[in-house]
Nanobody, 120 residues
Framework: QVQLVESGGGLVQAGGSLRLSCAVSGTIFSINTMGWYRQAPGKQRELVATITGGGVTNQSDSVKGRLTISRDNAKNTVYLQLNSLELEDAGVYYC??????????????WGQGTQVTVSS
């Protein structure tokens, strides 16, 4: 089993910065990707950014230039730094952990979500 514990989020002013972290524990295999998704009210969950164990990143166009995603493999923790926050960045941010096990089966795990509110 895998557990994800998110921290960070809360109320942030537009133009400010946000830092989220997500610690993953449990049975972890080396082939994995960690990342963040978000869901605004009335909208579908969307990709924010992901990062592989080797450091390859993928980001949504809506956050490019404002976002840094990083991970500490020793701590199995992924970090998200989002700058110049916009009202459209508000929503529930979910940590995601995807891995391939020794039988080449892919599994997907989600955190409980952390609310980010952006004030004008």
């Amino acid at each position: 089993q895998v557990q994800l514990v998110e921290s960070g989020g809360g109320l942030v002013q537009a133009g400010g910065s946000l830092r989220l972290s997500c610690a993953v524990s449990g049975t972890i295999f080396s082939i994995n990707t960690m990342g963040w998704y978000r869901q605004a009210p009335g909208k579908q969950r969307e990709l924010v950014a992901t990062i592989t164990g080797g450091g390859v990143t993928n980001q949504s166009d809506s956050v490019k230039g404002r976002l840094t995603i990083s991970r500490d493999n020793a701590k199995n923790t992924v970090y998200l730094q989002l700058n110049s926050l916009e009202l459209e960045d508000a929503g529930v941010y979910y940590c995601n952990f995807r891995q391939v096990d020794s039988d080449w089966r892919e599994s997907d795990y989600w955190g409980q979500g952390t609310q980010v509110t952006v004030s004008s």
